[in-house]
């Protein structure tokens, strides 16, 4: 009976042991899944990624030759990992990015190990014991100084890097020589490492299939105004046909809403980018930023457009059906000029018909409005649209970009 | 004569040399007075970013101690280097983007040296020519996997920098070893002097005048919401006795408009955060970020009414002055509910008139409503602004943030 009893037992705990396992299997093998689902989804929308992430492979297996290569080791002995670490720290996914990192991080270490040997070879002039102290302030200054100047947003915005690399080699380079007399071998080898890293990371980011930022924020802002449009084409359906929700394509100029960020560093990674396909080395960046102000401008009036097709306050059915004809050549005739700023942006070809569609919509406007007068009825946020439009296309025609 | 042509050309010459010295020594010298305003103005806004530029050179020179004593220099060595690269890369301006740092560099130093001295191990085992393959491969197929595991948005956010070391200490630690036979002395000693640069940094920027990134982040978000409010108690009197141009307090919203980025990546630093003041460990950063959201949907439909302010479209005089009253109390109640909304999340105290305000918020908007219908008229943007103004303090009940 006994024996029965405890066999039971052990058949129970073994059961939910087995089941504890059979849990956990499932549910790392549910997240491994998703995991792979995730990387999936990633590669196919952008595989420049999968591309990113083997010419990443690639520089840094190139760089560790130093190790294996008896002849390339002499030369530069524990030096070389500092190769390694260019690489890794430097290889961004756009030429622009990876290019800026590379030029601040050159630049810096070859200035703070200038000032670095400087430092040194003053402070070595006292006596053995003001050595330290002398120079522990000048890295104290130093290190402060750099910190205060990384919050100017102008040297933020570029320099961040180079600044930081500045402050770290200059400390390296001051302290290190007070316990290593050959400070200049140390600086040298340093530098020579970094800029053999350095260009490694360069040349294979630039010759084998470029990632180029100015292109991207060309697109990004030519897509964003295609969203716009999107928009303006589907309103007009959307609010005098209402079909319940939202249609998922009047959803696109969403992301314009908080894009200011990704434009702002595209662009500042698109300066330190050399001539390439249709831009030219001083392609205005700049100019894009504008549009892309405007563009969010005209998204924030969208979206309390959108607002209005979701709530529950509309115009009675009447006045509706009044204003419809205008109302949808005033909201189509935005469209097709918001979708042909877009295209001209994106081939570079000046726009023919824009004025005549913003010519159009301002009198499907006029109409509206002339049709609301007689009912004393004005609808200010299509007028504002409208309005709005007109001005994308003024800046559009300021900026000059072809 | 001809001498006194000479002289002339000389002094000529001379005059320009001169005017050109002035010219330069004028040009820099407005430069340095323009830098130092800059440089006021950056300390005066925000004098923390003073004490955090004197922090970081404190602990820069303390860590640099490892060099000046000799007891402190013989256990580490040129390693000691490690320690002031660690502080350097380390140190951030918020406590929560140090300890993320910190904590990221620990532990993937320490899991990469692990790995990386297995790899090490595993390909020594292999003959000496398929060494440098094997070692090369896995280097290569490491970096890969890495740099495409950065794309993952949740990794991004949160492990970007971890991961970079990750890869830089495996492929340090790996090919090293192919060199020096001491492997396992590098990893050690890279380890701890990381953790002796990563906890002086941690802990002299928690104790000396910590800047805490989550009650900046509450504070953001209350002065998001004042922002908002000012401009309802600005807009009555803007627009039924327009002085002109726009004040300027009626356009501190704007900052709001593009908040998105700052607000994510406080949330994502307040993270790392331990608790302090008045914010417990797990205090639902989250939630924050959820009344972000609604606060620049608030702030969208707040810039729409803005141009409304400044266009032409106007509506006749008669309407303005017969809804003049009910509009302005819709308006001011609304910015009443703001402020205390504001006010309740700065002092942690349930708002208790809110409810109340919202309410004569509502019963103007109604009055405005069958003003503008005896007139057949409706003022859409002034309903939604309304309307807008209660959703967000809806999901301010939601939160629950006390």
Redesign the interface.
Known sequence: MEVTTANKENAGAFACVWLWFKDLFEKSRSKVVEVAR??KT??RDDPR??I???K???A??LV?MF??FDTL?QGFG?SA?WA??TV??VFEFSVGATLGKGLNRGIATFLAGFLGVGAHRLASLSTERSE?IL??LS???L???V??LR??PKMKARYDYGL?IF??TF??V???G??DDEVLDIAHQRLSTILIGGAAAVLICIFICPVWAGSDLHNLIATNLEHLGNFQEGFGDEYFIKSGDNKSSLQGYKSV??S??TEESLANFAKWEPRHGRFKYRHPWDQYLKIGTLT??CA??I??LN??LD?E?Q?PLEIRVKIQESCTKMSSESSYALKELALAIRTMIRPSTVNAHIANSKIAAINV?SLLKT???????L??GN??CHSCFNTYRCCRLH
């Open positions: 995730e990387a990633l590669g990624r999968i990113h992430s083997l990443v492979g690639l840094i297996t560790s190790y294996y080791y524990i990992m390694v670490i890794v720290v330290p120079l522990g890295v104290f200054v290190a402060a100084a910190t205060f919050f100017f930081l402050m770290l400390c390296l001051c302290v290190s007070y316990r809403l908080n200011k960020s969010r401008q924030y009036r979206e309390a607002n209005y709530s306050i115009a409005k009912g004393l009825w004005q609808d200010t946020d007028m504002d309005t709005n």
